[in-house]
T-cell receptor, first 114, second 110 residues
Framework: AQSVAQPEDQVNVAEGNPLTVKCTYS??????LFWYVQYPNRGLQFLLK??????LVKGSYGFEAEFNKSQTSFHLKKPSALVSDSALYFC????????????FGGGTRLMVKP | SQTIHQWPATLVQPVGSPLSLECTVEGTSNPNLYWYRQAAGRGLQLLFY??????ISSEVPQNLSASRPQDRQFILSSKKLLLSDSGFYLCACVGANVLTFGAGSRLTVL
């Protein structure tokens, strides 16, 4: 069975510092991996995805993620955090069955302090 | 690209009352559609998905049901709400390998 783990409930970063939000996955076969962001009382917004190709994927708002097959990880990164990046972040893996559903991690709350 | 509309955005209902949340999709045809619930502002639980009109799969046995009367319409219902049905309900559809979400419907059951 496919699964996604986000080991940190919350990540605290000072504005201007680099940030990393961790994600590890467990799937059979090649994974499709995703990151989403959720602002308060809003739906989830797509940030980036890894399907195939370059292990470093660049997405919206300056975020990027690195696919590491040997460590089964897909950590989200940004070189310089903004206060406006404070939100809830979800990692997800695509399940290849009849529904082609996404399985989500539990979410990590990112707090960027001025 | 597809756009998802959900309504109502906010709903407060008494225990035992019925529920109907509606989701419609624009910009695509024959989409796979999904209902997720988010409790306490954290994890997402997949409730139902549909790969076509009248085709509904339930992921979690519960007090809710879903229907897909038209290609781009997905409805979440309950005959009698429970306190535990409170949460943030998100409709989503797949396009170009990306899951797109609606803005959500917040349900409070009192």
């Amino acid at each position: 069975a496919q699964s996604v783990a986000q080991p940190e409930d919350q990540v605290n970063v000072a504005e201007g510092n680099p940030l990393t939000v961790k994600c590890t996955y467990s799937v059979s076969g090649n994974p499709y991996l995703f990151w989403y962001v959720q602002y308060p009382n809003r739906g989830l917004q797509f940030l980036l995805k890894y399907i195939t190709g370059d292990n470093l994927v660049k997405g919206s708002y300056g975020f990027e993620a690195e696919f590491n097959k040997s460590q089964t990880s897909f950590h989200l990164k940004k070189p310089s955090a903004l206060v406006s990046d404070s939100a809830l972040y979800f990692c997800a893996v695509r399940v290849f069955d009849a529904g082609n559903m996404l399985t989500f991690g539990g979410g990590t709350r990112l707090m960027v302090k001025p | 690209s597809q756009t998802i509309h959900q309504w109502p955005a906010t709903l407060v209902q008494p225990v035992g009352s019925p529920l109907s949340l509606e989701c419609t999709v624009e910009g695509t045809s024959n989409p796979n559609l999904y209902w997720y619930r988010q409790a306490a502002g954290r994890g997402l639980q997949l409730l139902f998905y549909s790969i076509g009109i009248g085709q509904i799969s339930s992921e979690v046995p519960q007090n809710l049901s879903a229907s897909r009367p038209q290609d781009r319409q997905f409805i979440l219902s309950s005959k009698k709400l429970l306190l535990s049905d409170s949460g943030f309900y998100l409709c989503a559809c797949v396009g170009a390998n990306v899951l797109t979400f609606g803005a959500g419907s917040r349900l409070t059951v009192l």
